[in-house]
């Protein structure tokens, strides 16, 4: 064993297994460098759809709350006539029900977010702030979604039935079925309509509360955008 071992060309050995570490390590290097290659490839499109994706949503808040604010002022609008006794032509009080009565839902666009989380690849995102970013607006999110479904969602419905029961306006009718001018109910009765009162203040809270969820909503996603914009 020792003649064995004096034998060998030691200065060959060394060679070939330098050489052979080298071999492997210039490979994992090279592994290393095309995963983080297609990493921050994968995390650019990821970015890329969040931007787009916030953007819309961003316009959408913005018309929400924009809606919620005309309705609020359409609601004081009524109560302040309905306070004083005064009368309104029968087109204003349509035209202030009708933004007082309108009603909508926040649409706000995750797919990509939704990806990031369901491919656990929330990982692919160098920047921690805007990972922490993107989690309190998906709980935001949440928190306002449950609003709108649990709270105003059967708020709506009541606004659906009172309209139906108080505002509906149907065409009238000859005795062969001919249609003639439209009927145009007096909408300016509704104004001593007690139920009518009633059911503004009512709404004018739902819509309040909306609004400060609204508001939250736009601050969240604002600091997403200034981190998205960051990472340009």
Do not use: C
């Not at 931007?51 to 709350?65: G, H, K, N, V």
């Not at 706000?108 to 939704?114: K, R, S």
Request: no cysteine; hydrophobic share 45%.
């Amino acid at each position: 064993m020792f003649r064995f071992m004096q034998s060998l060309d030691w200065k060959y050995v060394v060679t070939e297994t330098a050489i052979v570490a080298i071999a492997v390590a210039m490979a994992l290097s090279a592994d290393a460098w095309w995963e983080d290659r297609t990493d921050r490839a994968t995390e650019s499109a990821y970015l890329q759809g969040l931007q787009e994706e916030f953007s819309a949503t961003a316009l959408d808040l913005e018309q929400e709350i924009a809606s919620s604010m005309k309705s609020t002022a359409a609601i004081d609008e009524l109560l302040a006539i309905m306070a004083s006794h005064r009368m309104e032509s029968s087109s204003k009080v349509a035209d202030l029900l009708a933004n007082a009565f309108d009603t909508s839902v926040l649409r706000a666009i995750t797919a990509t977010y939704d990806d990031l989380v369901t491919s656990g690849s929330t990982g692919l995102l160098t920047s921690d702030a805007l990972r922490i970013a993107l989690a309190n607006w998906s709980a935001q999110l949440e928190i306002h979604r449950r609003l709108e479904d649990h709270i105003l969602f059967p708020h709506y419905l009541a606004t659906d039935d009172f309209m139906m029961r108080n505002l509906t306006v149907s065409d009238v009718f000859q005795a062969d079925q001919i249609r003639k001018a439209p009927f145009e109910a007096d909408l300016s009765g509704l104004l001593a309509n007690r139920d009518l009162w009633n059911f503004l203040v009512v709404r004018r809270t739902w819509i309040r509360n909306r609004r400060v969820s609204l508001d939250e909503l736009q601050r969240t996603l604002k600091r997403v955008q200034v981190q998205l914009t960051v990472e340009e």
